[in-house]
């Protein structure tokens, strides 16, 4: 497992590239228990088995690469904010924190899931904007890793609003017996 974060990011959860803070409030239980029924795939997409479509791609929705193709597709579908599951005062550093957790439990539940591959979970903490009337912000998301398909560029301070934490992972294909 390969894991970066951006300066950001690392000022939330500690400081210590060595040693991340653990998160000090639980991981709300209902995103736990929506993680519980695994994963498969649809037209390619790794989806929540509770997916119903059989297709994802249709003449009101083409695929468009970089734009709405697979990745694309998996990043929005599966995109969690954490803010609307927990107290609105946790500070952004906790919330930070949270969504690191939750990405593992994500981890798990691809990990035992029948899908296979690549992966890559995005952990983005955003600090309040007054102007818009956003308070702390995290989201976690997930997709799973195709060539010449990008959803983040490879500098991750490049995002100077957001405080990052990716990781990959390999779920590798079950073998049959």
């Not at 653990?22 to 649809?42: D, Q, R, T, W, Y």
């Not at 994802?56 to 609307?84: M, Q, Y």
């Not at 930070?96 to 981890?107: N, Q, S, V």
């Amino acid at each position: 497992m390969a894991a970066r974060t951006n300066r950001q990011m690392l000022e939330l959860l500690g400081g210590d590239p060595e040693f991340h803070e653990p998160n000090a409030e639980p991981v709300p239980v209902s995103l736990v228990e929506g993680l519980k029924e695994g994963f498969k795939e649809v037209d390619g997409c790794v989806v929540l088995r509770s997916f119903q479509a059989t297709s994802i791609w249709s003449e009101a929705r083409p695929r468009v690469n970089n734009v709405d193709d697979e990745t694309g597709f998996e990043c929005s579908l599966s995109k969690v904010h954490l803010e609307d599951f927990v107290d609105a005062n946790i500070p952004l550093s906790e919330l930070a924190r949270i969504g690191c957790a939750y990405a593992m439990y994500l981890r798990r539940a691809l990990l035992g899931s029948q899908v296979s591959g690549g992966f890559r979970i995005i952990v983005d903490a955003q600090n309040p904007d007054a102007e818009l009337r956003v308070g702390n912000a995290c989201s976690v998301r997930f997709h799973k890793i195709r060539p010449g398909q990008t959803w983040l560029a490879d500098d991750l301070e490049s995002y100077e609003e957001n405080a990052l934490w990716v990781f990959e992972f390999e779920k590798p294909t079950p073998q049959t017996r």
